[in-house]
């Protein structure tokens, strides 16, 4: 969610204090909304939504400290060597994580570091510092907020495939060399019946290392126009991704990438596609809204 969920879009801002119990800010604690100049940091908008989570007890899962996008350019093109910019990426953990520190649920420290084949993805972090940055983060994070459950994030890895065993293998050899790191986080973003039959498979091998995993940012594009039956469709999918989650018990919680239909990313990014979230353009619960709500308050 942003933090205009909660000041300007009508009635978005009683949905999210009634209907959630942990948020997520979908663009305010990343690296170019809190340090767009080096060393000067700008938590305003962060600190809104997290001061209106506690007010309404709602845990905060952050998002997100290391991240190849939303990066400013001073990081991006600054050629630094690997020493400065190990420096400038402890500096930047050190400053957010640490003025979130100890309302922060979970943290995303790593946020998308592969590539679909399950390579490491070319960044400024991973050609200056090689793969050593991604232990260094989570190092970092745990040092500055120890209470803090640390995750690495990313999508298309929410079936068993050569990103998601990519990341199963890093995170294996992360907890063998005593890296500080306590979960998965799986994105989810996905399309119209495309529900992956191995979700729940997948989900227990990560959990069998010891590790927690989370949905991140559920969200279930439909090619628009919408109709009932693509409605009906994207309930059951819906459900589908909830019942994985719930059957494992590593699987501690999914978050869903917006509230209104409205203001969801998909519309900007994916041409065709929108209506993806629980909530339509006009804040009316969706056939996939009543299905989680059913499914969910059967299990409580
Ligand atoms: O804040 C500026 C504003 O000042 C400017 O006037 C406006 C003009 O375009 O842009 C605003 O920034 C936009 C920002 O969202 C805030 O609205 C950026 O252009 C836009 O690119 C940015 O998009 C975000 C996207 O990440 C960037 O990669 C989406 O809102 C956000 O939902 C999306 O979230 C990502 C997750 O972090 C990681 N996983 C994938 C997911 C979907 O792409």
């Given at each position: 969610m942003s933090t205009a969920d909660l000041q300007s879009r009508?009635?978005?801002s009683q949905i999210v204090n009634r209907e959630f119990d942990c948020v997520t800010p979908e663009?305010?604690?990343k690296w170019d909304a809190v340090e767009s100049a080096r060393g000067q940091y700008n938590f305003r908008e962060g600190d809104i939504l997290v001061n209106n989570a506690q007010q309404h007890g709602q845990k905060v899962r952050g998002h997100t400290l290391v991240w190849h996008s939303q990066l400013p350019h001073w990081v991006s093109n600054g050629h630094f060597s690997a020493a400065e910019l190990r420096t400038i990426m402890q500096n930047h953990i050190n400053a957010t994580a640490g003025h979130f520190r100890g309302k922060i649920?979970?943290?995303d420290v790593v946020n998308e570091i592969f590539n679909e084949d399950g390579t490491l993805r070319q960044s400024v972090f991973s050609s200056t510092l090689g793969k050593s940055f991604v232990a260094d983060?989570?190092?970092y994070t745990h040092a500055v907020d120890p209470s803090a459950k640390l995750y690495i994030n990313d999508y298309n890895v929410e079936g068993i495939n050569a990103k998601s065993t990519a990341m199963y293998n890093l995170v294996k050899e992360l907890l063998a060399s005593g890296v500080p790191i306590n979960g998965v986080g799986f994105q989810t973003?996905?399309?119209l019946g495309q529900m992956h039959q191995d979700l729940q498979r997948n989900i227990e091998r990560f959990a069998a290392l010891g590790l927690d995993v989370a949905l991140t940012e559920v969200d279930i594009a439909?090619?628009?126009p919408v109709d009932a039956s693509k409605l009906a469709q994207q309930a059951r999918d819906y459900e589908s991704v909830f019942r994985a989650c719930l059957a494992v018990p590593?699987?501690?919680?999914?978050?869903v990438w917006g509230i209104s239909d409205r203001y969801s990313w998909i519309i900007q990014f994916s041409q065709g596609n929108g209506a993806p979230l629980l909530f339509d353009d006009n804040n009316r619960e969706k056939p996939a809204y009543t299905a989680v709500k059913n499914l969910l308050s059967g299990h409580h």
């Open positions: 009508g009635g978005i663009n305010a604690m649920y979970a943290w983060a989570f190092r973003h996905l399309s439909v090619h628009l590593r699987c501690v919680g999914v978050t």
